[in-house]
Nanobody, 123 residues
Framework: VQLQASGGGLVQAGGSLRLSCAAS????????MGWFRQAPGKEREFVAA????????YYADSVKGRFTISRDNAKNLVYLQMNSLKPEDTAVYYC?????????????????WGQGTLVTVSS
């Protein structure tokens, strides 16, 4: 499966962005999906994940209540709605796909990765 992330950009603190991840090849409904981010000089970190049906979602504590992950399996799309953005949310955001539905917070467990989209939050 190929993943293409989009929707990044420059936004002021307190603003919102919606990231999209388009999946091609095998249908995305076969995979749990996750969003990760990597800031300059830092390791890649978990942001959010969603199971195959979309019925279960998981969030990092740092984004809980501000970010929402969702998916549209008919369109092979996964979204990350980001509200109340903070400068510390600045990073390259990656979407990823995993065949299994456990260990969704662990980047090394994912099978496929998109190329990343840059989110910059100015103060």
């Amino acid at each position: 499966v190929q993943l293409q992330a989009s929707g990044g950009g420059l936004v002021q603190a307190g603003g919102s962005l919606r990231l999209s991840c388009a999946a091609s090849g095998r249908t995305s409904s076969s995979y749990a999906m996750g969003w990760f981010r990597q800031a300059p000089g830092k390791e890649r970190e978990f942001v959010a994940a969603i199971n195959r049906s979309g019925g279960s979602t998981y969030y990092a504590d740092s984004v809980k209540g501000r970010f929402t992950i969702s998916r549209d399996n008919a369109k092979n799309l996964v979204y990350l709605q980001m509200n109340s953005l903070k400068p510390e949310d600045t990073a390259v955001y990656y979407c990823a796909a995993r065949r299994d539905v456990y260990l969704l917070r662990v980047a090394a467990q994912y099978d496929y990765w998109g190329q990343g989209t840059l989110v910059t939050v100015s103060s």
